[in-house]
């Protein structure tokens, strides 16, 4: 009875190993890791988990390269990037597609996850001749007072399924021109795109002749990056996905006095206020909460609308929700694709149940749609009207759930858009400039993304990435983020024939 699904699987399966192929891996021995597909849900090949002594080796094998890598000058260092960039463009529908396969977004998001790719590499490469420290007037005479960025160490990158290539280039571009070398540990559900990755990079680093084990990968599930988090030879550890994961992470890397980046999950929230253009903000909306079927970290999960507009509002947003095409990502004009597995399914049918039994009215969505096999989860994306913020909308539901709660008053919207324990990212749509700064400013949005009359998600790469509260605090990607994968040494330097002490101190 299974026969259409197992044509499918296999034609997916074949369509993998020819992407991978073309993408210069090699077919990896079978194992006990199963690389899958959302499309149909079924196993697309097997490959082997990283042991213990596999994870020790590539650790010693990129603190090994980094010895002579933080010699490397930053502009030279930039070339790895250079090359890897243009075969990312080389690569990038192939890679695109291979997103697909293994993550569900459409073409248009995944081909967009390895332009972000590009445009992170380009970024750093301009970096590389940016790595500035300051220089400051020292209080004594013949003293210069400056400050050195040096590269940190081995940086430990630990990634979420759902950006399984962008977010590992954010890391890995700037970390490698900060004279950083990386050990990888992918979402256990995304392995192949990464084995594409890491060959990518070797390759690059090869071809202008720099050494290839300045990046290492290992593959395998939590305890893995376990590991990873308990050496100290990994002097930082930049990890994205859950806050359970955060929680479990941050601590171990604590007790070790290493560094963390974290990226965790978020809340996000837009404000729609009365003067807001709805036609605007209703495409905003759509794209920001049911775009990559709700399996971002920035996606769109609560609005929070004045009362006069509420109405017209939500009639919008339910028009817009039911003309949605849900579907095979690999389909030319589907605009959502399926959940990752099961458990995604199940986080979002309980929510449901929850915000209902709180008093919620669903308005639309939120059933699953027949797929081509038992083994597919493909969900309409839900609008769900709230009485009240109840505890089921303060939690992040990994899945296309959006919850209507209004408001009269902007400071009581403000109290309720910061009122959940993760602070990511945020929007207000309205033509009021008052309320747009109000918005912005120290008593507006708590989170680390503020936004004007766009969603809260897909950001671009020259601004810092990250939040506040739960979502774990870091900052990567654009602007000085940097300076998390660089350690700072202070300068003073004496060329006067006296010994001045600062503070005026005399010692003699
Ligand atoms: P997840 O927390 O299940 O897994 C993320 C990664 O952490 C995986 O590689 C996993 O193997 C690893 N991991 C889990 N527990 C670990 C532990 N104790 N020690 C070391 N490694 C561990 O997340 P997911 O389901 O893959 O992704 C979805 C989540 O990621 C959502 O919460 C989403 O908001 C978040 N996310 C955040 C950002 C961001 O930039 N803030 C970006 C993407 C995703």
Not at 164 to 187: E, F, M, R
Not at 296 to 316: E, F, N
Request: hydrophobic letters at 40%; one cysteine or more; glycine letters at 10%.
């Amino acid at each position: 009875s299974h026969a259409p699904t197992d044509g499918a699987t296999r034609e997916l399966r074949e369509q993998t190993e020819k992407l991978l192929q073309r993408l210069g891996v090699e077919t990896p021995p079978p194992g006990e890791l199963s690389a899958r597909t959302p499309i149909t849900g079924r196993e697309l090949i097997t490959l082997r988990a990283s042991d213990s002594a596999a994870v020790d080796a590539a650790i010693t094998r990129a603190a090994t390269a980094f010895r002579n890598w933080r010699t490397v000058p930053a502009p030279q260092r930039a070339a790895v990037v250079r090359r890897l960039a243009a075969l990312l463009t080389a690569h990038q529908d192939e890679l695109g597609e291979l997103v697909t396969l293994e993550a569900g977004k459409i073409g248009a998001e995944a081909r967009g996850e390895v332009q972000e790719m590009i445009d992170i590499c380009e970024f750093a490469i301009g970096l590389s001749r940016q790595l500035y420290g300051r220089t400051m007037p020292s209080e004594r005479p013949g003293h210069r007072l400056m400050e050195t960025w040096h590269p940190l160490g081995v940086v430990g990158v630990i990634s979420a399924f759902n950006f399984p290539v962008a977010v590992w280039a954010w890391n890995t571009a700037v970390a490698l021109v900060c004279g950083d070398t990386v050990v990888w540990k992918p979402s256990e559900a995304t392995p192949l795109t990464a084995l594409a990755c890491h060959e990518l990079l070797r390759r690059a680093a090869r071809e202008v002749g720099a050494d290839p084990e300045v990046h290492q990968l290992i593959q395998g599930p939590a305890a893995i990056g376990e590991q990873l988090v308990d050496d100290s030879r990994v002097a930082l550890v930049s990890a994205t996905g859950s806050v359970r994961m955060g929680q479990r992470v941050a601590p171990r890397v604590a007790a070790r006095f290493g560094r963390c980046l974290l990226e965790l999950g978020g809340n996000n929230a837009a404000i729609v206020t009365p003067s807001a253009d709805l036609d605007l903000t209703t495409r905003g909306i759509v794209f920001a909460a049911a775009g990559t079927a709700g399996q971002r970290c920035t996606t769109l999960r609560r609005l929070i609308v004045h009362a006069s507009v509420a109405g017209p509002l939500l009639d919008r947003i339910s028009a817009a929700y039911r003309q949605l095409r849900v579907g095979n990502p690999l389909d030319e004009g589907v605009l959502v694709g399926p959940l990752i597995n099961e458990r995604a399914y199940d986080g979002m049918r309980s929510a449901l149940e929850r915000a209902l039994a709180d008093g919620g009215e669903l308005i639309c969505g939120g059933e699953r749609l027949e797929g081509p096999d038992e083994d597919a989860f493909y969900v309409r994306p839900a609008l769900v009207r709230m009485p009240a913020q109840t505890a089921v909308v303060r939690e992040e539901t990994f899945a296309p759930i959006l919850y209507a709660l209004t408001y009269h008053d902007l400071d009581a919207a403000i109290e309720l858009h910061n009122g959940v324990p993760q602070g990511l990212s945020s929007s207000i749509f309205t033509r009021d400039q008052r309320e747009a700064e109000r918005f912005l400013a120290a008593d507006g949005s708590d989170c680390g993304i503020a936004n004007v009359n766009i969603g809260t998600s897909g950001a671009e790469i020259g601004g810092a990435f990250g939040g506040e509260k739960q979502t774990g605090g870091g900052r990567e990607s654009g602007s000085d983020s940097w300076k998390t994968y660089m350690r700072r040494a202070t300068n003073t330097v004496n060329y006067s024939t006296e010994l001045p002490l600062a503070q005026g101190i005399r010692f003699e």
